[in-house]
């Protein structure tokens, strides 16, 4: 399974994009997962249900299944945050895993920038950044350039980077 991350500042279109590629990626036959960083602490079960109580009630992994999907939540108990590499053992292995999030994590990645953010650039600075993605010029990018609204084109370049087959 490849990994490959999108990275970028607060506010420059991963989850957009994100969206955008997916479809892209899939119409190609590539299968993928994805894997979302949160910066705080987040739930996706809601107080008074089942597994809620479970959890609150001090279990550390509490999995709910049904005919659509299964969720398995896992609680840290004061333990380290893992790293990205440490959570994708959990995924059932497809074609690609495109991360979002995760900007200092050591898996080669794409940068969404935008210039109007007033954010630095982080593909200089940082050598797992393999091409920045952009919608306005970028000078002395050590990384290929690619306009952020050609879908085609980033794809094209993730199916090459990643080694990825197609149909």
């Not at 479809?23 to 739930?43: N, Q, Y």
């Not at 945050?81 to 497809?94: G, Q």
Request: glycine share 8%; aromatic share 4%.
């Amino acid at each position: 399974m490849k990994i490959l991350g999108l990275g970028g500042w607060s506010g420059a279109g991963k989850t957009t994009l994100m969206s955008k590629l997916i479809p892209e990626l899939v119409r190609r036959g590539v299968t993928v997962s994805t894997m979302k960083h949160a910066h705080h602490g987040f739930d996706v079960d809601q107080p008074g249900k089942d597994s809620f109580i479970h959890r609150a009630a001090g279990a550390t992994e509490v999995l709910i299944g049904s005919e659509k999907r299964w969720a398995l939540m896992h609680e840290l108990r004061d333990a380290p945050e893992p790293s990205a590499v440490e959570l994708a053992k959990h995924m059932t292995p497809v074609d690609l895993l495109l991360v979002e999030g995760f900007k200092r994590e050591p898996h080669d990645k794409l940068e969404i920038y935008r210039a109007a953010n007033g954010k630095p650039l982080l593909a200089n600075q940082d050598p797992t950044y393999v091409a920045i993605l952009t919608d306005s010029p970028v000078e002395g990018a050590r990384v290929p350039v690619i306009d952020l609204n050609d879908l085609r084109a980033i794809a094209e370049f993730i199916v090459v980077h990643c080694g990825l087959k197609t149909c």
